[in-house]
């Protein structure tokens, strides 16, 4: 189950307090739990892997959390592109749920609308795009069930590193 | 042969079977000693909309961003090893950071890994209360410093100061000296010392190149 946790935005005029609201409820963040926020996402933005640069959409993650960039329409008054910055989280469970992509880009745009901000087609594609690698990476990077399920398997390649170590100590006790 | 060459032979062998299997971390972590020992972390920052991202871009790779964006959360900047006609700068990997207020955790903690720490002004819209507010905060932090990185102003978009682009080379140190009095003076009164201030641009890369050779200059000296 992929989800939203909150959103981040830099103003247009480069002059009011940059945005940084909860998902859920679009409630603006304040006091420890907006440093908590920001902290985080940041940790992500600059320790995490970038598995999705294209169209104006980068996608930024780490572990099962990540940073979603989407470039809107709208230029600050600079002229410059003024992304929003969406958090992704997935959960543990192992289904596929087909619905992911939609509700994070719903998300989005119920963000993006209350602060005036607007895609194209082609941003939106991207969006999904970049979903699709998170979810598939973070899949790839858990454990499988077939492993979860035989502890042997492991016990079995670390009996080996030790016999291969052994071996290598008994050339060097052999007497000269 | 004798057995003890044997077993030198093979230790050399599997050392360098090992070497050849992990060369890339080792390729990496030599790298890194060799910044270490001879390079110099820069920390770039300034209020939004002042050119941090351009400066850094320009020093990590020499070009001007074709299209700008705002910087949202902090982003990694490869280090690089600078070289403008005699000047030469060894710099590390560094971070590029926004500038509102959410990310003053993140201003700290580059400031404390960093040898040159540069604080950019917008020339078109200067702040004095902003400026004096953080060149007293980075004060702050490097008092608290063993070793205090070097601090240098850079006053950026001066391509847009019709006074600015008429002086004369030979008049410009008294340009100036008479543009940090009326804008920065309150900011920079406040320091115990004031750090060299260099006024530039970076709207293309032989502006670029002239403001970095001067800092460069600056911090070297």
Redesign the interface.
Known sequence: MMQTKAF???SLD?RS??L?RLAGSLDELRGPA??QT??A??DI??LGETLFSQDGVRLVAKGGSA?L?V?PKER?E??????I?CWVETGASDAAAAGDADAVWASVLRFSEAIGRSYTDTTRSAVYGALDVFKKKNRRSRPSKATRASPARGRWTDWLAFRWILA?MR??K?P? | MRLDKVIWFGAAGLLGALAYWKRDSIIATLDQLVIRLAGKRVAVLGERHVGKTVLLKFLADGEIPSEYMQTLLPENVAGKRLAFGDLKLDLKGTRDLPGGHDAITEWKKLHDEADYVLYLVNAQRVDPRRITRDLTQLEGWSNARKSPPKLAVIVTHMDLNPAYVQTPPSAMGDFRDRFVKMNLDAGLSKLSSRPPVLLGSLADKTQATKLVTSLIGALTQ
């Open positions: 981040q935005a830099q480069n307090p940059d940084l907006r440093e920001y902290s996402m940041a933005s600059s940073v960039q470039v600050d600079a002229g410059r592109l003024a992304p910055i290598i050339i060097f052999k000269m």
